[in-house]
T-cell receptor, first 115, second 117 residues
Framework: GAVVSQHPSRVICKSGTSVKIECRSL??????MFWYRQFPKQSLMLMAT?????????EQGVEKDKFLINHASLTLSTLTVTSAHPEDSSFYIC???????????FGSGTRLTVV | AQSVAQPEDQVNVAEGNPLTVKCTYS??????LFWYVQYPNRGLQFLLK??????LVKGSYGFEAEFNKSQTSFHLKKPSALVSDSALYFC???????????????FGKGTKLSVIP
């Protein structure tokens, strides 16, 4: 079945540094990928829709300069949290919809802790 | 705008008993409905989906859900709960593609299922 690989699974970084999270579709091409943020005991909040070869579409209230998204190929999208602060600590999950399935496959998530 | 409601934050059920996790939705048009399960610090695992056809959908791990258009519900059910079913369950909805933004999957807030041995 369709697999989305997300790395790293956990990362701890110092305040002020940047962190890159990768999301790869392993056995299918993904023109569109989705990035979610999940706070403890809460639902998934869509942050942005990543489009291959074009700019990402950000949801209202999400800082595009803070959360940089690059979708340079049909199998890779990256989310870079720039100048991270403790309030950026969260669980980030990516997702893609394999063509013809009308469904979604999720990555295993990245636990970001900013100290 | 589309929305999903999961009215129960937590559901407790004894092992071996049937379980139900409730979900209602609000969309314009015909919905695509999904159930996902999440274990601690993990991504979401797909359980089942309703696109069209039979209202009763069977999915992974013995779960099933019934699409009820008149009640705008898509409750998740399992005849006999296992301790290993204990996890966080999310209901989600989207509409068929009709333009920009309509690929968006909208999630309910999640229901924590605890199966008691």
């Amino acid at each position: 079945g369709a697999v989305v690989s997300q790395h790293p699974s956990r990362v701890i970084c110092k305040s002020g540094t940047s962190v890159k999270i990768e999301c790869r579709s392993l056995d299918f091409q993904a023109t569109t990928m989705f990035w979610y943020r999940q706070f403890p005991k809460q639902s998934l909040m869509l942050m942005a829709t990543s489009n291959e070869g074009s700019k990402a579409t950000y949801e209202q209230g999400v800082e595009k300069d803070k959360f940089l998204i690059n979708h340079a190929s049909l199998t890779l999208s990256t989310l870079t949290v720039t100048s991270a602060h403790p309030e950026d600590s969260s669980f980030y999950i990516c997702s893609a919809s394999p063509a013809g399935t009308r469904g979604y496959t999720f990555g295993s998530g990245t636990r970001l802790t900013v100290v | 705008a589309q929305s999903v409601a999961q009215p129960e934050d937590q559901v407790n059920v004894a092992e071996g008993n049937p379980l139900t996790v409730k979900c209602t939705y609000s969309v314009s048009g015909n919905p695509y409905l999904f159930w996902y399960v999440q274990y601690p610090n993990r991504g979401l695992q797909f359980l089942l989906k309703y696109i069209t056809g039979d209202n009763l959908v069977k999915g992974s791990y013995g779960f099933e859900a019934e699409f009820n258009k008149s009640q705008t519900s898509f409750h998740l059910k399992k005849p006999s709960a296992l301790v290993s079913d204990s996890a966080l369950y999310f209901c989600a909805v989207r509409v068929p593609y009709s333009g920009a933004g309509s690929y968006q999957l909208t999630f309910g807030k999640g229901t924590k299922l605890s199966v008691i041995p």
